[in-house]
């Protein structure tokens, strides 16, 4: 039965967007991680994302959509219920407390929001991988998306008090960068390092799977910063382009870097720039213009290359051992993308995204920037806070950090699996580390 609400293609588009942003995650992030990490650690780091994927649609739908995006409980999360009777997934879609309808079903509503929910704690995994406990991840992936992802999805997109402050955070630049890559920085502190061995020698196993991944990622952008809108509207179709002329320059701009610091293009330091580029363009995707892009992807090949090749090799952070660098990758380029929001916001583009904002400092607003740090400030001091404490909680419980014969044998003795395994006839033998 229709109804006069629903518009098939704006839900056609919502439920192509979710899609192609799941699969940045299974299977473009599972493969990445695979690729980019020693063999011995392909089946755990790949795992890892998996289960997160899994285990946040769960939590997702009996309690911390409705945190996120339902009725007001405090002015920075909503009240957490169930969202899985029909009526509920059938219902027009509505964000009660900022008075926001789309023209497709709730359904669609809830699968949107929750991949990048998921998305989240698969990118903060990437400052795990290589000897955090699975059974403390088990636990960590559903505690730290109930008191910290929501919140702050809540406080800039489900009507809080961000957002009603005005900062602006289009598709994700604070509300999933930020925070993934600040809970990996504060995790792995808390947490521990990997054996010296794996942090002096931590080769990919395989760049061309990691490529396949990185791709999937970049393309699956599209429906991260496209679907944003909620509608096949124009202001779509420009976050798209915007997103790709942003994350095109970061690379090329990475690697020239490259090139003139290490004096050779690198293929992993390409995809950083890739990460870095898409990262940065989120919080502003729809709201800048061609020309903003270009700025935002020229400052994300620089500044976290910067901050990972420069910065990143001093003493406070190589006490820090975050394994794929979430920190430059996320936090950096969310933090640079939101403040370039504040810069570069043009009133053309927050009025066909449905802001009444009037733009950033571009268009004279120059107070945007300010309350663009604000909206960082808040995002970075919850999650260090939750996550510190969360990790401690589950520290009484389960060890966070694999034992010393995990940590040197790796896939097999902890999955009793192996990423590459040929076996004739059936019969293995166990693998032992590298």
Same mark, same amino acid.
């Given at each position: 039965m229709s109804v006069a609400w629903l518009n098939t293609g704006d839900n056609a588009w919502q439920l192509t967007a979710a899609t192609i942003v799941g699969l940045q995650s299974v299977p473009g992030l599972v493969v990445l991680y695979?690729?980019?990490?020693?063999?011995?650690?392909?089946?755990?780091?790949?795992?890892?994302?998996?289960?997160?994927?899994? @285990?946040? $649609?769960?939590?997702?739908?009996?309690?911390?959509?409705?945190? %996120?995006?339902?009725?007001?409980?405090? =002015?920075?999360?909503?009240?957490? +219920? =169930?969202?899985? !009777?029909?009526?509920?997934?059938l219902t027009q879609a509505l964000l009660p407390t900022s008075n926001t309808t789309a023209a497709f079903p709730m359904a669609t509503m809830v699968y949107f929001q929750f991949v990048f929910a998921a998305i989240t704690l698969v990118i903060m995994a990437g400052a795990f991988?290589?000897?955090?406990?699975?059974?403390?991840?088990?636990?960590?992936?559903? $505690?730290?998306?109930?008191?910290?992802?929501?919140?702050?999805?809540?406080?800039?997109?489900?009507?809080?008090?961000?957002?009603? $402050?005005?900062?602006? /955070?289009y598709s994700g630049g604070y509300v999933i960068h930020l925070s993934a890559g600040i809970a990996g920085f504060v995790g792995a502190a808390v947490i521990g390092p990997r054996l010296a061995r794996d942090r002096e020698n931590f080769q990919p196993n395989n760049v061309l799977l990691m490529l396949v991944? @990185?791709?999937?990622?970049?393309? %699956?952008?599209?429906?991260?910063?496209?679907? /944003?809108? &909620?509608?096949?509207?124009? /202001?779509?179709?420009?976050?798209?382009?915007?997103?790709?002329?942003?994350?095109?320059?970061?690379?090329?701009?990475?690697?020239?870097? /490259?090139?003139?610091?290490?004096?050779?293009? !690198?293929?992993?330091?390409?995809?950083?720039?890739?990460?870095?580029?898409l990262v940065a363009i989120t919080p502003a995707a729809g709201v800048v213009d061609g020309w903003g892009a270009i700025a935002i992807g020229i400052a994300s090949g620089i500044i976290p290359w910067l901050s990972m090749n420069l910065l990143g090799k001093t003493? =406070?952070?190589?006490?820090?051992?975050?394994?794929?660098?979430?920190? +430059?990758? +996320? *936090?950096?380029?969310?933090? $640079?993308?939101?403040?370039?929001?504040?810069?570069l916001a043009t009133k053309t583009g927050c009025a066909a995204y449905g802001l009444s904002n009037p733009g950033g400092a571009i268009d004279g607003n120059w107070h945007q920037v300010w309350l663009q740090i604000i909206g *960082?400030?808040?995002?970075?001091?919850?999650?260090?806070?939750?996550? &510190?404490?969360?990790?401690k909680l589950i520290s009484l419980v389960v060890p966070l950090r694999m034992s010393e014969e995990e940590l040197l044998i790796g896939d097999d003795a902890i999955h009793g699996e192996e990423a590459y395994a040929f076996y004739g006839d059936g019969e293995r033998r166990p693998v032992a580390g590298d």
């Open positions: 695979a690729g980019i990490v020693k063999k011995k650690w392909a089946v755990n780091s790949a795992f890892m994302a998996f289960y997160a994927f899994a @285990a946040v $649609l769960i939590a997702w739908v009996l309690w911390a959509y409705n945190m %996120g995006f339902g009725n007001e409980w405090f =002015p920075f999360v909503g009240l957490p +219920h =169930p969202i899985l !009777s029909m009526q509920d997934e991988l290589g000897r955090m406990s699975f059974k403390a991840w088990m636990i960590f992936v559903p $505690l730290w998306l109930t008191f910290s992802y929501t919140i702050g999805a809540f406080s800039l997109w489900g009507g809080g008090f961000l957002s009603t $402050l005005g900062v602006i /955070d991944g @990185a791709g999937i990622l970049w393309l %699956g952008w599209n429906g991260f910063n496209g679907g /944003d809108p &909620y509608a096949a509207s124009r /202001d779509a179709g420009a976050a798209v382009l915007n997103t790709n002329i942003a994350t095109a320059v970061s690379v090329i701009v990475w690697t020239i870097m /490259d090139i003139f610091y290490f004096k050779k293009p !690198s293929v992993i330091g390409a995809v950083q720039g890739m990460i870095t580029g003493a =406070p952070f190589r006490k820090v051992d975050d394994t794929l660098g979430v920190f +430059h990758t +996320h *936090a950096v380029a969310g933090v $640079l993308g939101g403040i370039m929001v504040g810069l *960082a400030a808040f995002i970075i001091v919850l999650n260090i806070v939750v996550t &510190y404490i969360l990790l």
